[in-house]
DNA sequence: ACACAACCTAAAGCTACTATAGAGTCAATG
DNA sequence: CATTGACTCTATAGTAGCTTTAGGTTGTGT
């Protein structure tokens, strides 16, 4: 199959598939005479994979250790449990931190209820003053 | 003050100040004779309510229009609420999106309890299995 | 006089793509 | 057989919000 087909099964755009054989996580494919990207089902499968893997939110850099574990049948699957274990640590993170924020945002809402003056509004003069307990470092690639 | 001294009592760093200058979000500060930028306590201000709006997750393109609505008295603080708003609406639906996820993480790590054999990994095969309803679009900017 | 910290600019790097420009391939139609 | 149109190719730039690097200047202390 040619990419465009591949990219319309695996639910992705053409430009995803090229830019994943950049980065290194899809093989370079056969080509044809005419130089276009022929692929096989084995593709489609890692395609699929990635594309999964994309989907539950997961790094380039974590799906590039899943596929190397995948591969070294000798190593087990304890380590790939740990990567999953820690992305799911990950989102749970990401959880605590936006439910904070969430908190925040809403104690400032309250401060300005009404329509009322700029010089007045309390989301403003909350902004303003709010002491920023340093905002946390990412150790999470979850915006 | 110079820039130095700035970013401490504010938090961040001077790269982030002068990317901040640089994108509009603050002025130009005057220069001493040797090519230094000089602060006032205006700019102080002014850089703390950004760094705020920031640990609040805000984009730069929330900041400007707050920015810009707060110099603008005349117009009321209506429009500060609603960009508020929706901005809580944001978080909240990267929330929503996250615990989603969380679940079918969860699911797929059920899969593998123990530590065995790559081939038997019950991970990998549901992450090469999965059927993704497909990964909804992103209609804020947080990660 | 010289070291050293703090400052300056400009440009590249980060993540995971998306978008654009300009050119080539191929099957079908007139 | 020439042309149209869909598809493909490469290379490059843009997105957000910074961080990092390179290479040079200013100011302070000894």
Redesign the interface.
């Known amino acids: 199959m040619k990419i465009g087909e591949l990219a319309q099964v695996a ?1 992705c755009t053409v430009e995803t598939v090229r830019y994943y054989e950049k980065e290194g996580l899809l093989s370079e494919p056969a080509r044809t005479p005419g130089n276009f990207r022929v692929y096989g089902p084995e593709h489609l ?1 890692r395609l ?2 990635i ?7 997961m790094s380039h850099g974590e799906i590039h250790t ?1 596929l190397n ?2 591969v ?2 000798a ?4 380590a ?2 740990a990567v ?2 820690q ?2 640590a990950h ?2 993170e ?2 605590q931190e ?2 904070q ?2 908190l ?3 104690t ?2 309250q401060r ?1 209820r009404t ?7 309390g ?2 003069h909350g ?2 003053a ?1 002491e ?1 307990g ?2 946390s470092e990412r150790h999470t ?3």
């Open positions: 639910q499968e699929r994979f594309r999964n893997c994309r989907a539950l939110d899943l574990l995948a070294q049948p190593e087990g699957c304890g790939i449990n999953f274990d992305h799911i989102v749970e990401r959880i936006l439910a924020l969430k925040q945002l809403n400032l809402r300005c329509e009322q003056a700029v010089d007045a509004c989301i403003l902004l303003a709010m920023n340093q905002k690639h979850l915006g």
